[in-house]
């Protein structure tokens, strides 16, 4: 067995490709190919990186041979005889303008909603608006004004509420939303919602909440990406791509999403891990792994959350999202600058250095391809990049808190609980440059104390002596397993917060360095153990000892 | 609220709505910081045989938890268990935060060891109905009684009478 794989993925800036070579030995990289994205027409790009991958023309259909034969062969001497056709297989993945619009609606904020969420991220989505309950004017204008591609309309367990469905359903009948709605809520009254929402563009998926805390969301992720084909890669070329490869587009996170999931499922001691991408405009998060993990005393409130979680935030970002980041983090100020400067930059609230970053930040904003030149900004670049990675990871793992009872203390988990996760890998420009693993895991240890917010709580003096060794530390897991360790590791924080941040202890920190997970994961469907085993393998481990 | 403490036989009553085959909606749990799962079950297996559609929370269950999945359910009732002597704390302004989350007609029942002490289950009533809740019974309730009266509730709510 010999065949060559292509795989390209068309992002918002670069396209970039790779031709695999897949043996009986598994899966090889051959080559690599990265060009700037042609906007106006994505299949001029992506015929370019085609033709430098596999020297072959980039032509309207596949289907006879190479018409302008000349297979130059670059090195791809034992192509696949016979069978089908002469050119190599090719799938693809298009992040469709930094991802899926998605507004979602959900009944109880904590249930449905929750769920409609965890659906849409898992789906390649960041949300862009939502809306509880009964869907109020002010609401849906907000829906409106952000103009989502899909509004993923949940709501009620099957054969439970109709009243505030049926009245949404009314409500969104009555708006002039020209988009697609994915109804993925209460089966009972799907006829009639569908017959309420005559005229608009209506697909369905069985309900996200078939039962209060089951979470049923494989086939509303499945009719998300549907949809995505189906109106958001109309025009600018990427329909003849389509036609050209004979199959459809991957939206990129959800590429991501399937090499996670695969890397999980078939590699052997991964299966509790994070990947953290961070872009210019969102950073994107997925973890692998058990949600709760059922440890004496501790007590799991709401959703038990999936296996494989993404999250993404679109607030915060290095480059287009600056500004928002900037105004998030601005709380946690003091430890981040400590944790990026040391004390060197002394008394932090005389320093200039908010301005300074304030300045840098509105320079980035305007200019999103600017690459830091002083050391000064690498600095602030830096603390830019921790300051993403730490609000992100809070959003997307749970908390513990503590909580006195007749029968003694525990703890109450909600969300999911990171700290078990012994793997981080960075992926995305900056984090799959740098060597970021000591201050990440730093971070972190800081973060589920409670340090981050310590701006807030009025103390805002975390010593760096806090980070020391010897100190019991916060929400341990031993072995990642079962116990909580001796009683009394989970002894929240010395700053008066019984509230613990359930992240990552003590993480390894890979690079994805070749950025290489989206162009794997468009074949982690087909062949997510060959897959899945070349992304370990090109993972570049911490320099230094660890 | 009509026919508060009025035992009537529902036998030969039917069920339920016209559409709905079944008895009704309830939303079951042991409220606060109660472990005592064994009787939970117990009722979770009772009211399904019963006829009941049964959205078990199982124990430590907070105020919003029972009405958030009663809204998403849309269930008839409430049925909240206290074994561990602090539920009239626990189950302070539970009516009225169902009333704010919109669901003020709904049937709640509490039971179970509702206080510490040997206070005389009348009082006890007493308090959890100025409370907001529909019916209070004692631990050794006959749960068939229980049931009917469910029935009878849920049948009055569902034609107005509630």
């Known amino acids: 067995m010999r065949e060559e794989l292509v795989s390209i993925d068309i992002g918002s800036t670069y396209t970039k490709g790779v031709l695999f070579l897949r043996t009986e030995e598994g899966l090889r990289l051959v080559r690599r190919v990265i060009t700037p994205t042609t906007q106006e027409d994505l299949s001029r790009g992506f015929g370019k990186v085609y033709t430098e991958l596999t020297g072959l023309p980039y032509g309207e259909a596949r289907e006879e041979e190479p018409r302008k034969g000349e297979p130059a062969n670059t090195g791809s001497s034992g192509r696949r005889q016979g069978e089908d056709k002469a050119s190599p297989r090719v799938r693809f993945s298009s992040s469709a303008k930094g991802g899926l619009r998605i507004a979602a609606i959900g009944l109880v904020p904590d249930l449905t909603l929750q769920i409609a969420r965890l659906a849409a991220w898992s789906a390649g989505g960041k949300i862009v608006a939502d809306s509880a309950y009964k869907l109020r004017e002010d609401r849906l204008s907000e829906i409106l004004r952000a103009s989502p591609d899909i509004l993923l309309f949940t709501g009620g367990t099957d054969g439970g509420n109709e009243e505030t469905v049926l009245w949404n359903a009314k409500k969104l009948a009555a708006s002039p939303f020209r988009g697609t709605i994915l109804y993925a809520g209460n089966a009972s009254v799907r006829g009639e919602v569908l017959r309420i929402l005559e005229g608009k563009r209506v697909v369905v998926a069985p309900n996200v909440m078939p039962r209060v805390g089951e979470i049923r969301i494989e086939e509303t992720r499945a009719a998300i990406q549907r949809i995505f084909l189906d109106t958001i890669v109309e025009g600018k070329g990427l329909q003849q791509v389509r036609e050209f490869c004979g199959t459809d587009p991957v939206p990129t996170p959800a590429a991501v999403f399937d090499l996670v999931e695969a890397i999980g499922t078939h590699q052997e001691g991964w299966d509790r891990f994070c990947v953290i991408d961070l872009g210019g405009a969102t950073t994107d998060v997925y973890s692998v792994g058990e949600s709760f993990w059922g440890e004496e005393g501790v007590v799991l409130k709401g959703l038990r959350e999936p296996w494989v979680k993404r999250t993404v935030e679109g607030d915060l970002g290095i480059r287009v999202s600056a500004a928002a980041l900037w105004d998030t983090v601005k709380p946690y100020f003091p430890v981040l600058i400590r944790l990026v400067w040391g004390g060197s930059e002394g008394n932090v609230t005389s320093s200039s250095l908010p301005l300074e970053i304030h300045r840098y930040v509105e320079k980035v904003t305007q200019d999103t391809s600017y690459v830091p030149t002083s050391e000064r900004e690498k600095r602030i670049d830096r603390f830019l990049v921790l300051a993403a990675v730490a609000i992100a990871t809070l959003r997307h793992g749970g908390t513990l808190e503590e909580t006195y009872t007749p029968t003694g203390r525990i703890f109450l988990q909600s969300g999911k609980d990171l700290r078990p996760i012994n793997a981080l890998i960075g992926s995305g420009g900056y984090l799959s440059l740098f060597d970021l693993g000591e201050p990440i895991r730093e971070l972190f240890h800081l973060v589920a104390q409670g340090g981050l917010e310590a701006g807030s709580k009025g103390s805002g003096k975390i010593e760096m002596g806090s980070m020391g060794p010897g100190r019991a530390e916060a929400g341990r897991v031993e072995g990642g397993r079962g116990t909580i360790g001796e009683s009394g590791s989970l002894e929240g924080s010395s700053h008066g917060s019984a509230r613990i941040h359930l992240l990552p202890k003590n993480p390894s920190y890979f690079r994805d360095a070749s950025y290489l997970f989206p162009l794997l994961g468009n074949y982690a469907k087909e062949y997510p153990e060959e897959v899945s085993r070349l992304a370990i393998e090109t993972l570049v481990p911490e320099s230094g000892d660890r | ?162």
């Open chain 2, 1 to 162: 609220m009509s026919g508060m403490g009025a035992i009537s036989s529902g036998a030969g009553t039917p069920a339920c709505g016209p559409d709905s085959p079944l008895k009704g909606k309830i939303v079951l749990g042991v409220i606060g910081y109660d472990c005592h799962s064994v009787g939970n079950k117990i009722l979770e297996v009772f009211f399904t045989e019963k006829g009941f559609q049964v959205t078990n929370l199982g124990v430590m269950v907070s105020q919003d938890e029972f009405i958030d999945a009663a809204l998403e359910t849309a269930s008839d009732a409430i049925l909240v268990s206290s074994l561990y002597g602090h539920g009239l704390i626990d189950c302070q302004g539970f009516r009225d935060r169902c009333v704010e989350r919109g669901l003020e007609d709904i049937i709640l029942y509490v039971g179970g060891n509702l206080v510490v002490g040997k206070t005389p289950f009348s009082e006890v009533e007493e308090k959890f109905k100025q409370m907001g809740f529909d019916r209070v019974f004692p631990p050794d309730v006959d749960l068939e009684q229980v049931a009917q009266l469910l029935e009878q509730d849920i049948d009055a709510r569902r034609t107005g009478k509630h």
